[in-house]
């Protein structure tokens, strides 16, 4: 299919550990969108990209978290000395401009030991 | 702080009734509103948006009804089927930002 795809679906990792996830947007959408969901709540927004930059990065929670876009297309968000409490499901979604429809991937369910 | 709620956590309705999922906003410079369907395990899935400057816009099986005046945002789904059973979240567009502001959602269950 044509939508949004995350890597890898499910990650474990241990308290202090750094992970990567990844995020590949559906194909010609300039704006790319990493939330985060904890069990039973809403998505949180954590930052935004247009094109290569990020145009709002206010919703990180703290300098563990950091989110590249090299090429304007696929996204890795970065969690750094990760903590229990960076358990969540990470979902990224893209729209074809800012200000628009957006559309979600299926997330990375991301469990801290 | 600014926020997107949703007046009921969970709503049974029977198969082939209509449904009303409501969600109360209170940022009033919000132009852009979407509900979104979620099934476990799985992203949110975009059903139908709505802008600011319209008050009622419909779909296949879904309408959403905008009452700026109220702050209330609602979705019908007519004819409910099985496969409608999820968590139903709206979401609105904060003016001149990019983030989406989402409620917690209200799980729809749909009994045979």
């Known amino acids: 299919g044509a939508g949004v795809s995350q890597t890898p679906s499910n990650k474990v990792t241990e308290k202090g550990k750094y992970v990567e996830l990844r995020c590949d947007p559906i194909?010609?959408?300039?704006?790319l969108y990493w939330y985060r969901q904890s069990l039973g709540q809403g998505p949180e927004f954590l930052i935004y990209?247009?094109?290569?930059?990020?145009?709002?990065d206010s919703g990180l929670p703290n300098d563990r978290f950091f989110a590249v876009r090299p090429e304007g297309s696929v996204s890795t968000l970065k969690i750094q000395r990760t903590e229990r409490g960076d358990s969540a499901v990470y979902l990224c979604?893209?729209?074809?401009?800012?200000?628009?429809?957006?559309?979600f991937g299926p997330g990375t369910r991301l469990t801290v030991l | 702080g600014e926020s997107v709620g949703l007046h009921l956590p969970t709503l049974s309705v029977q198969e082939g009734d209509n449904s009303i999922i409501n969600c109360a906003y209170s940022?009033?410079?919000?132009?852009?509103f979407i509900w979104y369907k979620q099934e476990s395990g799985k992203g949110p899935q975009f059903i139908i948006d709505?802008?600011?400057?319209?008050d009622k816009r419909q779909g296949q099986r879904v309408t959403v009804l905008l009452n700026k005046t109220v702050k209330h945002l609602s979705l019908q789904i007519a004819a409910t089927q099985p496969g409608d059973s999820a968590v139903y979240f709206c979401?609105?567009?904060?003016?001149?930002?990019?983030?989406?502001?989402f409620g917690q959602g209200t799980r729809l269950t749909i009994n045979p």
């Open positions: 979604a893209s729209s074809r401009s800012g200000g628009g429809s957006q559309y």
């Open positions: 940022n009033s410079a919000s132009d852009y």
């Open positions: 709505i802008r600011s400057n319209m």
């Open positions: 979401a609105e567009l904060i003016q001149g930002a990019q983030k989406l502001v």
């Open positions: 194909s010609g959408h300039t704006a």
């Open positions: 990209f247009q094109g290569t930059g990020a145009a709002d």
